[in-house]
């Protein structure tokens, strides 16, 4: 049996059960995330982080959380909630930054682990394809509007990865497709 090889991206849909909202239940807040919304706003700027550190404080990891640390999933994600690592996932790159390491990325400023994650991309997709393993690059819980989610997408197509996207419910879908392909399913090198 072949263990196939997973990546997931993660987006503000997965942490929602845990009681976080996302942009789309607070539109206008990314507007106020911003380097010239900082420097024209403070005081707006100061209380609109203070409330986002608030509405992540003390949140738990959810069902989906748990299953990518079960499985030890490779994780990109675009949250600051840190709930991947409280998961227990080893390898997780925070590309927004956290609040728990309080280096959280405004819109107008690098992302975190950018050339990271390409090359996470481009050697699992290597070692999957020279072994001829299944790999999957699992999209949860992102609206797919930023341009680096659609970037870290078109990689893993062009390395031969399977693209599977979680838009709601992930609590029940994560665990369930990966219960699926790491347990049900058999994987034979070549067949």
């Given at each position: 049996m072949i263990r196939p090889f997973v990546i997931a991206l993660t987006g503000a849909g997965i942490s929602k059960s845990a009681g976080i909202p996302t942009f789309m239940d607070t539109p206008d807040i990314k507007d106020k995330l911003s380097l010239s919304y900082r420097d024209s706003n403070p005081e707006d700027f100061a209380r609109t982080m203070d409330n986002m550190r608030e509405s992540v404080s003390g949140k738990k990891p959810t069902a989906a959380h748990n299953a990518l640390a079960k499985y030890h999933v490779p994780i990109i994600t675009m949250n600051v909630d840190s709930l991947h690592k409280d998961a227990g996932s080893r390898l997780?790159?925070?590309?927004?930054?956290?609040?728990?390491?309080?280096?959280?990325v405004l819109y107008g400023q690098s992302i975190h682990y950018y050339n990271e994650s390409m090359d996470l991309i481009?050697?699992?997709?290597?070692?999957?394809?020279?072994?001829?393993?299944?790999?999957?690059?699992?999209?949860?819980?992102?609206?797919?509007?930023?341009?680096?989610?659609n970037t870290l997408i078109s990689m893993a197509i062009q390395n031969n990865f399977y693209v599977k996207q979680i838009d709601s419910d992930a609590d029940t879908y994560v665990p369930e497709f990966l219960e699926d392909i790491?347990?049900?399913?058999l994987f034979v090198r070549g067949g």
């Open positions: 997780v790159y925070e590309i927004h930054g956290s609040f728990r390491d309080d280096n959280v481009r050697s699992i997709g290597d070692t999957a394809f020279e072994s001829s393993t299944p790999a999957y690059f699992l999209v949860i819980g992102t609206s797919l509007q930023t341009s680096f989610a790491f347990k049900n399913t």
